[in-house]
């Protein structure tokens, strides 16, 4: 993986986003120390939506879930 130092990053900055959007990640350097990785951020292909409710049946939230916890809040705030 490319190692650039961090002036050449800020001076090239838009064509190197376009190559980490491309699939070529690489390192920024300062001093010489690798600092951070650029990687593209992934998605989903396209066409392919993203599914609500794909947790459906394996989560459960408790009936007083907008309740819990209230007499402590209270506490904190005041009356």
Known sequence: ME???IHEAKTQLSRLV???ARGEPFI????GKPMVKVVPIEQ???GEKRRLGFLAGQIRVPDDFDRMAGDEIEKLFGE
């Open 44 to 46: 989903p292909p396209e």
């Open 3 to 5: 190692t650039i130092n």
């Open 18 to 20: 376009e190559r980490a």
């Open 28 to 31: 920024i350097a300062k001093a």
